[in-house]
């Protein structure tokens, strides 16, 4: 059975590489019935926030992963930070130290600097010195007792070549000669990275270590660690980074970097999950957009591809617009209310106002992400004649006799029509066109200016109905007042004539 683990470092927001990987682990977990494992590596103490945490939780919940153990939910393999855990490495290093696998060092900050300036100078690799590996039991001791407090380095095996079989790269080799001793318990008795990830991983039981490149040369560490401790080690699979256009790994410097990023711009969860799925691997079939247990069904290591994938925010709104398209109008409508009050729009809608929200989602739908429409539905809550004949362009256009007779006529069909619906507006249309001789866009542009206020917009068919809807509504609906199409005709209809020569 198949237990695999998203190890996130709580020290800031979900970026989306690692969202990515978190994705990627819990396709191989959900298609293969195995287990996805959330493990919080908050070690450095500095650096590791419960704030941070909670985002990390937060947004992969927001994705829609989930996980079978975790720290909130608790599991057979716990405890599930590593800030708990802090007693099963001190015995590990024990252990370690006992069999003389690992030793204690007492060199400064200072003294590493130093050996490092000289090994660069010298043309060597910048690795550890060895200055403590030979230090006895007996002069370590002494040393402790003296009230110094040391670290504590693993002996990595000399002339050795660790090789393992990722499951995406294929053999990869590493000679222990370039690698120096880890610290694996810092001064301050915190585990360094490499040796709580093999403690953790080897007593979660993992039996696939998924993660980013950026790790594959801890991995011999890792493997060597193992070893030591009489582990056997997992498979590893690294994924190739996610990179910013210019093919350097995707940063601030980029634009948008988080989850929490993408999601306040607008974009779906399911379609963020569904291009991160893309970025390095294909369902296959030519199907690029699938619902998420589809992604898993397919999703197999061996078809993740080697080489950096690009993140591409075209591509990326495209499968957004996909979703948008698809998703439930009352979904939406909800999911729309804080890009509503940030661009200004306040509203606190009971279910009669939620629902006719997600009725006028509809003129919106050809969005690219959520924040874009309260601007595509501006026209319901901000209308103004006078401000829209304020526009030279627009006056001109209104006054030319034929769009004139269009407003007129308009104003005086719906002063004695019911409110508007799609057959309606029609009717009203038609009348007006049979009234005027004005036809096409002759016809439909003056109406679009006199009820929407606006030279472009949604489809009228839409928009129209949309109006009349929502003036319809009791204040109770918690919906900003909405003018009719009959109120808007008559205020055109009058603005014009105010401003004719
Ligand atoms: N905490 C590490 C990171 O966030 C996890 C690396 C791993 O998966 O082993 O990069």
Redesign the pocket.
């Known amino acids: 059975m198949m237990r695999v683990?998203?190890?996130?470092?709580p020290t800031g927001q979900l970026h989306v590489g690692?969202a990515r990987?978190a994705l990627f682990n819990w396709l191989l977990a959900r298609g293969s019935g195995g287990t996805l494992i959330l493990r919080i590596?908050d070690t450095d103490v500095e650096r590791s926030t419960k704030e941070s945490e909670a985002a990390i939780v937060r947004d992969l919940r927001w994705l829609g992963l989930d996980w079978d153990e975790g720290p909130d939910i608790g599991g057979a393999h716990g405890p599930y930070r590593q800030s708990e855990r802090l007693h099963l490495y001190q015995s590990y290093a024990a252990e370690l130290l006992g069999a003389d696998a690992a030793y204690y060092c007492f060199c400064s900050m200072a003294q590493l600097d130093v050996d490092r300036q000289e090994a660069l100078a010298a043309g060597r690799p910048a690795r550890y010195a060895g200055t403590c590996r030979r230090l006895s039991r007996e002069q370590a001791s002494e040393r402790i007792t003296a009230g110094e407090r040391p670290a504590i380095r693993f002996r990595i095996p000399e002339q050795r070549d660790v090789v393992f079989t990722d499951a995406v790269r294929g053999d990869v080799r590493f000679h222990t000669d370039v690698i120096g001793d880890p610290i694996i318990v810092r001064a301050d008795g915190t585990p360094a990275?490499n040796f709580a990830?093999v403690v953790d991983?080897a007593l979660m039981a993992v039996t696939h270590?998924v993660?980013?490149e950026?790790?594959i040369s801890?991995t011999p560490r890792q493997i060597l660690l193992y070893e030591a401790l009489g582990f056997a080690p997992p498979t590893f699979a690294h994924l190739s980074l996610v990179m910013g256009p210019d093919h350097s790994p995707l940063s601030k410097r980029h634009g948008a970097t988080s989850v929490a990023e993408f999601r306040s711009k607008g974009y779906l969860p399911e379609a963020l999950v569904n291009y991160l799925a893309l970025i390095g691997w294909s369902p296959g079939g030519g199907d690029e957009l699938l619902p998420v247990e589809e992604l898993a069904h397919r999703f197999s290591l061996e078809k993740v591809g080697h080489s950096a994938g690009v993140f591409d925010e075209e591509k990326l709104a495209w499968a957004n617009r996909h979703y948008l398209k698809i998703a439930d109008p009352a979904r939406l409508a909800e999911l729309s209310l804080p890009y509503f009050n940030d661009a200004g729009v306040r509203m606190a809608p009971d279910d009669r106002g939620l629902g006719f929200l997600a009725t006028a989602m509809a003129m919106g739908a050809s969005v690219d992400r959520l924040s874009q429409v309260p601007a595509r539905l501006a026209l319901l809550f901000d209308y103004d004649a006078d401000a829209a004949l304020a526009d030279a362009r627009l006056l001109s256009e209104m006054r030319g006799g034929e769009a004139r007779s269009v407003v007129v006529a308009l104003a005086e069909e719906l002063a004695s029509a019911p409110r508007l619906d799609r057959e309606k507006f029609r009717d009203v249309a038609n009348r007006v066109k049979a009234r005027t001789s004005q036809k096409g866009k002759a016809l439909f542009h003056p109406i679009r200016v006199v009820l929407t206020g606006r030279a472009e917009g949604p489809e009228l068919d839409l928009a129209v109905p949309a109006i009349d809807l929502g003036a319809e509504l009791p204040a109770s609906a918690g919906i900003p007042k909405i003018i009719g199409n009959r109120e808007r005709a008559a205020a055109f209809a009058r603005a014009l004539e105010e401003r004719l020569p």
Do not use: I, L
């Open positions: 683990r998203f190890a996130p470092s690692n990987t590596e990275y990830v991983d270590v993660r980013g950026d790790h801890n």
